[in-house]
C-alpha cells in the first residue's frame, strides 16, 4: 500500500488497496455486505479500512477445511502403493495458488494465526506426497508410477508441463517458507528446486528470454505467464538474496508490455508470434495477473534499479 500510495495519491490508493483484495477473492467469491455498512461506505465516499479488511478475513476464514496427512512407507512393488492411504484435504492447481497465497497475505491485516497454520501444514502435506512418489520413481521408474501419479492430488508438480501446474503454488510455497524459515523441511526445498528448474531452465522462451507458449494456437505470449512466472522467479530471487531472478521477472514485464500493451495501457490478451498482431480482446483477468505481477516485482527491486523507472511508467498507464 505505501508503494501504492506514493504512485497515485487521493483516491487511487483506496482503489488499489481494493484490488489487492482480489488476490484473494479472484477464485473464492465474496462476502455480502450489512445494510449498516453500506450507509457507512455511502457516507465516506468509499468502502473503509475496517470493511475492507473484515471480508478479507471472513473469506480467508471460509478457505479452511480439514486436512489429514497420508501414508508414505516403503513399498516393494507398484501394487502395494496403490493400496496405500493418500493425503486428505490438499490440491494443487493454479487457482488453489492464488488463494493460498492471498491467505498468507491476509494475516499481515488479520492476524489470524489459523489461516497461517492452515497454509503451512497444507504445504507441508504437499511436500512430503512428492518426496514419496519422487522415491517411488526413482525405485521403479516413471513409466511404472506414472498411472499414481495421475491420480494424485499433487499431480501438476509430478508432471509439470506448464507454468499454470507450477508457478502460483511454487510463489505460495516458497512466501510461506520466507515467513517461516524455522518450519522449512528438506522436501519443501525438493519441491520449490525442482519448480525453479522449471521456470528457469526448461519452460519455453524467446530468443530475449520472454516466456512463451510455443506449442499454443502457433506460438503465443499470455499475460497469465507473467503471474504463473514472473512472481515465482520474484520469490526465488528473495529467497536465494539473487537479484538476477527479479530482473528475469522485470525484463519479462517489458517484453510483454512492448507486444501487449495498447496505447490506452491496458493490455490485449495475448500476442500470436508468428502472426505478429496482439489478441482482438483486452481480459479484465489477463490484465490484473500484469497488474499483481508488476507490483510484486517492484517491492522487491532497489529505489536505484535500472529498470525501476520503466517498470512504474508502464504500471502508471495501466492503472490510469
Not at 504445504?123 to 521403479?140: H, P, S, T, V
Not at 511454487?170 to 524455522?182: C, T, V
Request: hydrophobic share 40%; charged share 20%.
Amino acid at each position: 500500500m505505501k508503494l501504492f500510495s506514493n504512485l497515485f495519491p487521493g483516491n487511487h490508493s483506496k482503489i488499489l488497496l481494493s484490488a489487492f483484495t482480489a488476490v484473494l477473492l479472484l477464485n473464492s467469491g465474496c462476502a455480502t455486505r450489512t445494510a449498516g455498512s453500506a450507509k457507512t461506505a455511502a457516507a465516506t465516499g468509499g468502502i473503509s479500512d475496517a470493511e475492507i479488511r473484515d471480508v478479507v478475513a471472513r473469506v480467508a476464514k471460509h478457505q479452511l477445511h480439514a486436512l489429514a496427512d497420508g501414508a508414505y512407507p516403503e513399498v516393494t512393488n507398484i501394487d502395494e502403493a496403490k493400496n496405500v492411504k493418500p493425503p486428505e484435504g490438499i490440491a494443487w492447481n493454479y487457482p488453489w495458488g492464488v488463494a493460498l497465497y492471498g491467505m498468507e497475505r491476509s494475516v499481515d491485516v488479520t492476524g489470524d494465526q489459523a489461516v497461517d497454520k492452515f497454509v503451512v501444514e497444507h504445504n507441508l502435506i504437499c511436500a512430503r506426497d512428492y518426496d514419496w512418489f519422487a522415491g517411488m520413481e526413482k525405485q521403479f521408474g516413471r513409466t511404472a508410477v506414472a498411472p499414481l501419479m495421475r491420480g494424485s492430488k499433487i499431480g501438476g508438480l509430478l508432471r509439470l508441463g506448464s507454468l499454470d501446474s507450477c508457478g502460483a503454488m511454487g510463489n505460495e510455497m516458497l512466501e510461506s517458507m520466507i515467513r517461516h524459515p524455522d518450519q522449512v523441511t528438506p522436501e519443501e526445498k525438493a519441491v520449490v528446486a525442482r519448480i525453479a528448474d522449471w521456470v528457469v531452465h526448461k519452460q519455453d522462451r524467446m530468443p530475449d528470454g520472454t516466456l512463451w507458449r510455443s506449442r499454443s494456437m502457433g506460438g503465443t505470449v499470455w499475460p497469465d505467464d507473467l503471474y504463473m512466472g514472473g512472481v515465482f522467479l520474484v520469490r526465488w530471487g528473495i529467497y536465494n538474496h539473487d537479484q538476477k531472478f527479479i530482473d528475469d521477472a522485470a525484463q519479462n514485464i517489458i517484453h510483454q508490455a512492448a507486444l501487449e500493451a495498447d496505447t490506452d495501457g491496458l493490455w490485449f490478451h495475448g500476442y500470436f508470434v508468428n502472426e505478429k498482431k496482439h489478441a482482438p480482446f483486452k481480459w479484465g483477468r489477463g490484465n490484473g495477473w500484469f497488474t499483481v505481477t508488476l507490483v510484486e516485482t517492484l517491492s522487491a527491486m532497489a529505489e536505484n534499479d535500472p529498470l525501476r523507472p520503466q517498470l512504474l511508467d508502464i504500471l502508471r498507464k495501466q492503472i490510469d
